[in-house]
């Protein structure tokens, strides 16, 4: 499936006369008539962040940056310097949003990005949080099946277009969203396509994207490259929800970046000229492989002015730059944004400023050199808590996967004062609307499933669960793949673990669905839903507090 669009020139005069308003000045076109100036405006990870993100999150480089009354007003600045400009964004756009836009099922985030003129998006990860006929509504609009419209009469979904190529519905053989478009910018046809990472599977819980098939992205992109070629595009963008890792100090040159879209970028055609990239939220631009490269940092931090210079007597770009641009908060908020916000803001402030408890310290998501952090270990003490009981599913132990675990819980009132946790604090930690559950494992399952944490080459890629208090074990880096966990230091209440014992253990349904990869999980037997993660951890807050971070002494690595 292939769209094709294109700007009017009541569109160019509109973008031309917008920037005039609000700077002043718009960029001239390269000065020979065979040159044409087009400008690509990126982002990727937005994540419902339309509020400022608290803490380490809204910062870059200690400037205070984020949220969407300043990035509206950063991105039409940018727009204004040239008439030749389309916005584009790399997937998750929404999923893990703050409450703001959570409540709302995301209907507010969705309402933004069309409103700062947003053309086109690849899915992501995210964007299936809630399942896909749930993503088919936010780009097709109706209001939500279960709770309506509360704060708007309709819902009309986006304006922009999700583009989804290696995203097939079994059903009808067909992508779920059209694969590419063609899009004139500057009297250039730019042909665009749609990806998500092939591993989304293990990202989301299989019934969010049960009958849909992901299929591999570089192939995906280059068959779809040659066929915007034959239809003239003198232009390829690929939009892909998949990141890199850059080595610390070489984030312009990508020469020692790790991760998997490193393989993706070698392997594609040279008709592919621009790749923006996300899901790692790291911040990076680099040419490789004759591709240019681009990812912002996550949560409305940065917008990527990507710069092209294109010859179209011969069809093909002469010069491609590019530069991420902080979303400083020093310019004047968007005032359509303000209202934006200001109608949500009511319900979703009465809401998160309930108390639910607090804290005598700060527990951080950050991982320590085992993969134990503070956050993780609160969430997975509060999954037990809730479970123990024989009539809530009688948990032994209780997991969680890191990734699950959003945000900090900050104490900010001073030593020897606690600091009071309200309903949106817990709510940012724990977005996903994960149910806990508790199924029974052998022994020798649970061995199994802590050594999946370590079983990829690719160190970049081990995912270490937080585990309750009540669970110990060791692990090493330098020991094969199978064989990295310690089993005889598994130990369970400070037994040692059996292997034929059977184990009744406390998870999201994210987990024992087989996300992240987990398949071991998904061999538990006999559930019992405890409730709503966040929920439980509400409840363990409420019962606990002030909670006090315990040391990180439950996994232990020894390389």
């Known amino acids: 499936m292939m769209l094709r669009l294109r700007r009017t020139a009541a569109a160019l005069l509109l973008v031309t006369l917008a920037g005039c308003t609000s700077t002043g000045s718009t960029r001239l076109p390269a000065a020979s008539a065979a040159l044409v100036d087009i400008q690509i405006l990126a982002f990727n990870d937005f994540h419902g962040n339309l509020e400022p993100p608290a803490g380490s999150n809204g910062r870059w480089e200690d400037v205070a940056v984020g949220g969407i009354e300043y990035f509206a007003t950063h991105l039409a600045r940018l727009r204004a310097t040239n008439p030749n400009t389309i916005v584009v964004a790399a997937g998750d756009n929404i999923g893990a949003s703050p409450l703001i836009s959570s409540l709302f099922h995301d209907e507010p985030t969705i309402r933004a990005l069309g409103a700062i003129r947003l053309e086109f998006s690849s899915v992501g990860n995210h964007e299936f949080d809630e399942g896909w006929q749930e993503l088919l509504r936010m780009q097709h609009g109706g209001c939500h099946p279960v709770d309506g419209c509360r704060v708007t009469p309709t819902f009309d979904g986006a304006s922009f277009q999700y583009l989804s190529a290696n995203v097939r519905v079994d059903a ?225 132990i209780a997991l969680t996967n890191w990734g699950g675990v959003r945000a900090d819980l900050a104490h900010t009132t001073g030593a020897g004062a606690v600091t009071p946790v309200a309903y949106g604090d817990a709510f940012r930690t724990l977005p996903f609307g994960n149910v806990v559950v508790v199924q029974t494992m052998t022994g020798a399952q649970l061995a199994a499933l802590l050594e999946q944490q370590f079983a990829a080459d690719d160190r970049s890629t081990w995912k270490v669960l937080q585990i309750s208090r009540n669970l110990r074990y060791t692990w090493s880096a330098d020991r094969p793949a199978g064989s990295r966990v310690d089993r005889a230091s598994i130990r369970i209440d400070d037994e040692p673990l059996n292997p034929d014992a059977r184990y009744r253990i406390a998870m999201p349904d994210f987990l024992w669905a087989g996300g992240d990869g987990f398949s071991t999980a998904m061999l538990g037997t006999d559930p019992v839903a405890v409730g709503p993660d966040v929920d439980v951890f509400v409840e363990y807050l409420r019962s606990h ?12 690595r020894q390389d």
Do not use: W
């Not at 507090?545 to 232990?556: F, G, K, V, W, Y």
């Open 545 to 556: 507090s002030p909670l006090a971070p315990l040391p990180l002494e439950r996994i232990t």
């Open 172 to 396: 009808r053989n067909d992508t779920l969203f059209p694969a590419t478009a063609l899009h004139e910018v500057g009297g250039i046809p730019v042909g665009l396509i749609g990806l998500v990472l092939k591993g989304t599977p293990n990202l989301v819980s299989p019934a969010a994207i049960d009958g849909l098939t992901f299929l591999p992205e570089a192939a995906t992109a280059n068959a779809a490259a040659d066929e915007l070629r034959r239809q003239g595009a003198q232009v390829i963008v690929v939009l892909i929800h998949e990141g890199g890792f850059p080595a610390p100090d070489d984030d312009e040159a990508c020469g020692r970046m790790s991760g998997d879209l490193v393989g993706i970028v070698r392997a594609l055609s040279p008709a592919i000229d621009v790749v923006v990239t996300g899901h790692t939220n790291r911040s990076y631009i680099c040419h490789m492989d004759g591709h240019l490269v681009t990812s912002t940092a996550s949560f409305s931090r940065q917008i990527t002015d990507i710069d092209l210079t294109v010859d179209r007597r011969r069809g093909r770009i002469v010069s491609a730059r590019a530069v991420n641009v902080p979303v400083t908060r020093d310019v004047a908020a968007d005032p359509a944004m303000t209202r934006l916000l200001d109608a949500y803001r009511p319900i979703a402030e009465e809401v998160g400023r309930r108390p639910v408890g607090s804290v005598s310290g700060t527990f951080t998501r950050a991982q320590n050199a085992s993969g134990e952090s503070t956050m993780g270990d609160a969430v997975a003490d509060a999954y037990l808590a809730a479970a123990r009981d024989p009539a809530r599913g009688g948990a032994r």
